[in-house]
């Protein structure tokens, strides 16, 4: 299911429950094992329910133990230091980091006009891990909010991750925050120049061309079709394989997919 389809779905089928509930009677709802196990059957990702607020896993989907190697019991019994556990030494401050960005950047678009909170969605890419035997992968997690405060802030994530080792040839990782449709809504931090950028990590005229590329042009066509010339052509597809690290332009294509960017 992409990204996209599974946004939609969370906001006709489960968003109204959460907020029918109450994000405080959470913990006690069944329920929830039921939804993310749903959502997990679609793409095979692993699925989780977040409290952003307590910074606590409330529930995680059945296939854990396929994917990382840990059980449900000792996701139970570490919760979110499990996470920790399972990093690479090299990336252990990420989530530390990306954290701390999270919060400056949602003050930020608080003083946006035409935010839409209910489209926030959020891309961490290439964070390194290591399942429970050691062997090593690189993850795409993405946030969707399933219960909003007041103010706008995501109480309540659902985040699905997954292993994009073979997508990935950086050694960096990056984070994507869009709350709306303008070019001013979406942002991006890069562990490679520890900067945040006030625009997507893919331009617009790079989806341009990502989008012919997937409609089988070559970059010659492109060229002809925006007019522009092939050397440009060529300049859009490297530019935007440096940013985000992808493996190649058909990595690139697959990783902008799934973080809703195409």
């Known amino acids: 299911m992409r990204p996209e389809e599974l946004h939609k779905k969370i ?3 489960y968003r109204p429950f959460f ?14 094992d039921k939804i993310i196990n749903e959502l997990s059957k679609n793409d095979g990702s692993l699925k989780m329910i977040f409290d952003n607020r ?4 409330l529930a995680v989907s059945d296939n854990i133990e396929a994917l990382t190697g840990y059980t449900k019991t000792e996701f139970q019994n570490a919760n979110v230091m499990l996470y920790f556990r399972a990093l690479e030494f090299e990336h252990l401050l990420a989530p530390l980091i990306l954290g701390r960005w999270f919060n400056n950047m949602f003050k930020h678009i608080k003083t946006l006009e035409h935010v839409a909170y209910h489209k926030l969605q959020v891309a961490y890419c290439g964070i390194k891990m290591k399942r429970k035997n050691g062997e090593k992968g690189r993850t795409l997690q993405r946030y969707i909010p399933l219960a909003i405060s007041e103010t706008g802030f995501p109480d309540i994530a659902l985040s699905t ?8 040839k ?6 994507r925050l869009s709350c709306g449709d303008l070019p001013t809504h979406k942002f991006y931090y890069s562990s490679a120049d520890k900067k945040t950028h006030y625009q997507d990590i893919v331009s ?8 012919l590329i997937m409609d089988g042009l070559e970059s010659k066509e492109i060229a002809q079709t925006l007019f ?26 697959q990783i902008c997919r799934m973080c809703g960017i195409l």
């Open 161 to 168: 991750g997954d292993d994009i080792k073979h997508l990935l």
């Open 19 to 32: 907020k029918q509930i109450g994000v405080e009677k959470l913990e006690e709802l069944s329920q929830m």
């Open 54 to 57: 307590n910074y606590k896993i």
């Open 204 to 211: 617009e005229r790079e989806k341009d061309v990502l989008r």
């Open 170 to 175: 950086s050694d960096f990782y990056w984070v």
């Open 11 to 13: 906001l006709e089928e």
């Open 228 to 253: 522009i010339s092939t050397h440009t052509v060529e300049n859009h597809r490297r530019n935007a394989i440096a940013r985000t690290g992808a493996r190649d332009t058909t990595a690139l294509i």
